[in-house]
């Protein structure tokens, strides 16, 4: 006559649902609050966040080092690994990134070559892991001001524009002497946009 | 846009699956989402077309026209095949009917080539929709699609000439009368027989939102034209507006007389809702050996993994410490995936436990059992944490097999429980007076693990609100009432103990978990259920068996028992089926002491989605079963993580059955060991082990 099932997951979706509908915090802002700390004063390396797409800034501190690659994280739980300063992985944002490879982009940086092929692995909602593969371009430097944490900073500008069968990704990188990155604006996935990180001169390293 | 995002979708997913069944996918045409006719199958407005949709998508529609309405769950069961699950209400006080629908493209679009379908409309219910038809579809240009079919049975009904395929054999120029009044018979001997007509159609994709369609019907609506409407022309005219990526709204205007409308939501299992992202906190990074400072320990060691681990959502069960080997023995309370929380556990490990030790080994517990062990290389771990195929390196490297002994349990773990309320809904579906009833309450919920492998649980209900109590059928059924009187459990169990059990779990010897539970098992019955289960490793089958000896209990489902009492149980076969797939064959007695077998067939993605069908025959006589001849249903299951924002274990389990009569019922006991323990066993590991190192 009938068939049922308990669904208590309707309650909770509600929940889900009116999480979602909160509106989102202003960026700017928040920005603007963290970049007017005195980061000479901080007591551990930090780096700024700012998920572009996403809609969200912060202060992550170093949480571990595995050759050259560095793991920040956030107090909230958000995770980024960087090689050198190239994005290897991006974690506790939702979508994010399960690996990249960095040596190519830094190769070009160093001098090598200016077109090389890139390759970025992310995870479907299925758990399955996805391959992306592109071509990509690098060109500059050409000689900027930018914002760097709230101060200006005379640093060299460079573009990696690449392309693949499955899209496309820009990433912008700015370096100091020595080639070292210091800002950058990187693709994370289609889905989660770009993350532009700054490493706020001052602060210790 | 919809069109855009998902071939982007549709060229990465390729990119994955390169080489992998390729041929399989069958793309359709460029440019067009396959559209949903009225019965939530790919199709015009009333007509179908030889499309599918994205595989595993997985739709719910509700269409109405006069005083006809259709309900429907749909599911792209492969990239060809589609099925549909159907409840209509056929106006003017005829019925309520419940139906089955399954299409097969056999045939991809090609440059100058059709796409080819052929389909089954009604092939179990009790008819009133049986038709059958082979369907073709080609687009033109950009944005035209023309579809044209020939249709028997209800397709055959309006402009009717003599079947074609009499020229095969006489026979298929009549269409037998049904046989069966219960409905719930494969009538197949109608299939394909009697008149044909033809029908068709043309979408025309105006916009990347909006689709204008008309088509030629060739359903003369033989029971209800002239009685509920006006069938006055074989036209129909529609407008599809795929208002969101998941909404899509249609508005018609049918037969020439009449306004219809369709509202459709769709999701596709494989892909995240958007206000379902994952924010796992991240995990904390491996401490690469060398890097004491990072390894200080202010606690003792079992004390500062537990509380690591806890951070993680991950219970420590002891550890052990054996010169250059360490050993964690865990429970994953939060993951739905076992690889994450091993992955997690790994490098908690790391953090905390000496440089001299070169080998960690992760044991999963269930139930208080020990299921399986997951030995890893440190070094391997160091290395590949960020490379570029560090997943797969970690996997083929980390040692995965069976293990029947936990760890010593470390101080303070048993006992162990808690207490939850949690708010619950309980629905009721296709009762003949009222489609969908539900009641509402709170739920306490209790377990205790009062030693390893020994359980006890417990769960109250409290209705607050609801109409199920509405329910006055009385159940006619012949055979001992077991299921069928589930409304009286409704209306005197507005206080209801659902649950009140002990279950012990214990591995008797490698490849073998056994399980003895024994209480008020379920709502309706209480006494004691056993289980074996033997589950090989490295192989995608498992054999199971469960005996129970249980009584009915009293409708109120306090502590009283009725009189009737029943052994009951299952042998019951396990197989993973390439392409996700699941099979499952219990054969044994059921609760009305008849006796049977059940297959179910699933399709399982690795997230926990499971979407599937079963059906079970017994030695019941279809007269005594009762309408729908014999026990059947769809099932989904829907993980709690895959719309919340945290990791969860929790899945929400829905099962429709056309109808529930008394025929190959099975109990309902908690923790049925295969499903308990496969996601820690080596291939459910395998499976998820993408998110190791989430």
Not at chain 2, 130 to 157: C, D, H, N, Q
Not at chain 2, 334 to 344: H, M, N, S
Not at chain 2, 648 to 672: C, M
Request: glycine content about 10%.
């Amino acid at each position: 006559m009938m068939s049922r099932a308990v669904i208590p997951f309707a309650l909770s979706a509600v929940t889900v649902l009116l999480a979602a509908c909160q509106a989102a915090p202003d960026v700017a802002t928040q920005r603007a609050a963290l970049v007017r700390a005195d980061f000479a004063a901080a007591t551990q390396p930090l780096i700024l966040a700012e998920f572009t797409e996403m809609g969200s800034v912060g202060l992550l501190g170093k949480g571990g080092v595995n050759g050259g690659v560095e793991s920040w994280r956030s107090a909230n739980g958000v995770g980024l690994s960087l090689d050198r300063g190239v994005l290897v992985r991006v974690e506790g944002t939702g979508p994010g990134l399960l690996a990249a490879d960095a040596a190519p982009t830094l190769a070009a940086l160093a001098g090598g070559a200016r077109d090389y092929r890139r390759s970025w692995r992310h995870l479907t909602p299925d758990a399955q892991v996805v391959k992306t593969d592109m071509s990509c371009t690098l060109s500059g430097p050409s000689a900027e001001v930018v914002d760097l944490a709230g101060r200006q900073a005379h640093l060299s500008g460079w573009t990696e524009t690449c392309s693949g069968p499955s899209g496309q990704a820009t990433n912008r990188y700015w370096t100091e002497a020595g080639n070292r990155i210091v800002k950058s604006d990187q693709w994370i996935s289609d889905r989660a946009g770009q993350v532009v990180i700054d490493v706020p001169m001052g602060a210790p390293r | 846009m919809r069109g855009r995002n998902v071939r982007v979708k549709a060229t990465t997913l390729a990119v994955v699956m390169a080489g992998a069944a390729a041929s399989a996918t069958g793309a359709q045409a460029q440019g067009f989402e396959g559209g949903r006719n009225a019965y939530g199958m790919p199709g015009l407005i009333d007509m179908p077309s030889a499309t599918s949709f994205d595989d595993a998508d997985l739709s719910i529609s509700y269409s109405r026209f006069q005083v006809e309405s259709r309900t429907a769950l749909s599911f792209q069961i492969t990239p060809r095949l589609t099925g549909s699950f159907r409840y209509s209400y056929i106006g003017a006080g005829l019925t309520y009917d419940r139906s089955f629908a399954l299409q097969y493209r056999f045939l991809d679009e090609g440059r100058y080539t059709p796409a080819l379908a052929i389909g089954l409309n009604d092939m179990v219910g009790t008819s009133l929709y049986a038709g059958e038809y082979l369907v073709a579809t080609k687009t033109v240009g950009p944005s035209l699609r023309f579809s044209a079919g020939i249709g028997w049975g209800r397709l055959g009904s309006y402009n009717g000439f003599t079947n074609p395929l009499g020229a095969i054999s006489g026979a298929f120029e009549t269409r037998p009368p049904r046989s069966a009044g219960r409905g719930g018979e494969f009538e197949v001997n109608q299939w394909f027989r009697g008149d044909a007509a033809f029908f068709g159609g043309v979408e025309w994709q105006a916009t990347d939102r909006l689709r204008l369609v008309a088509e030629y019907s060739s359903d003369a609506y033989t029971r209800t034209a002239g009685q509920t409407f006006d069938r006055a022309t074989p036209f129909n005219f529609g407008l599809s507006w795929q208002a969101t990526p998941r909404w899509t709204l249609d508005a018609r205007y049918m037969y020439g007389s009449e306004i219809g409308f369709q509202a459709t939501f769709a999701l596709n299992p494989k892909e995240r809702p958007h206000f379902g992202n994952n924010y796992d906190p991240a995990p904390p990074p491996v401490r690469v050996r060398g890097q004491e400072a990072l390894a200080v320990l202010d606690v003792p060691l079992e004390t500062a993994l537990a509380r690591d681990l806890r951070a993680q959502g991950i219970l420590l069960n002891g550890v052990q410490l054996e010169g250059t080997a360490a050993t964690v023995d865990i429970v994953n309370a939060t993951y739905a995936l076992d690889a994450q929380a091993v992955g997690r556990t790994a490098r908690v490990m790391s953090r905390l436990l000496p440089d001299t030790v070169d080998r960690f080994t992760v044991i999963l517990s269930r139930g208080g059992m020990s299921v399986s062990q997951i030995v890893l290389n440190r070094a391997t771990l160091e290395t590949q944490e960020f490379a570029l195929d560090g997943t797969a390196a970690a996997l083929s490297s980390a040692a995965i097999g069976d293990r029947t002994q936990g760890l010593p349990a470390v101080d303070d773990r048993y006992p162990n429980g808690g207490f939850a309320l949690l708010p619950y809904v309980r629905p009721s579906y296709f009762d003949p007076d009222n489609p969908v009833r539900a009641d509402a309450g709170v739920a306490v919920t209790g377990s205790a693990e009062v030693m390893p492998g020994l359980r006890l649980s417990g769960r109250v209900e409290r209705k607050i609100v609801g109409n199920l109590d509405e329910s006055t059928r009385r159940s006619d059924s012949v055979l001992p009432r077991v299921r069928s009187e589930a409304n009286l459990y409704d209306r005197e169990g507005e206080t209801a103990i659902t649950e009140l059990t002990a279950a012990w779990y214990l591995r008797p010897a490698p490849e073998l978990f056994a399980r003895v539970t024994v209480g008020y098992l379920e709502r309706m019955f209480a006494g004691a259920s056993t289980e074996v289960l033997w589950k090989p490793e490295g192989t995608p089958f498992a054999l199971g068996a469960e005996v129970n000896y249980v009584r009915q209990r009293d409708f109120n489902q306090l502590f009283g028992l009725r009189d009737y009492d029943v052994v009951t149980g299952h042998v019951s076969g396990y197989l993973e089926l390439p392409n996700d797939f699941h099979l499952q064959l219990d054969a044994g007695r059921y609760l009305a002491g008849d006796y049977g077998a059940t297959l179910s067939l699933d399709r399982e993605f690795a997230n926990g989605w499971r979407v599937g069908a079963f059906a079970t025959l017994t030695d019941v006589p279809f007269s005594d079963f009762g309408e729908g001849s014999f026990d059947k249903g769809i099932r989904l299951d829907i993980p709690m993580d895959w719309i919340g924002n945290r990791s969860s274990r929790t899945k929400n389990s829905l099962v429709l059955r056309p109808i529930v009569r008394d025929g190959g019922a099975r109990l309902d006991v908690a923790g049925r060991l295969y499903e308990e323990v496969r996601g820690a066993s080596d291939r459910g590991l395998t499976e998820g082990w993408g998110r190791f190192w989430q």
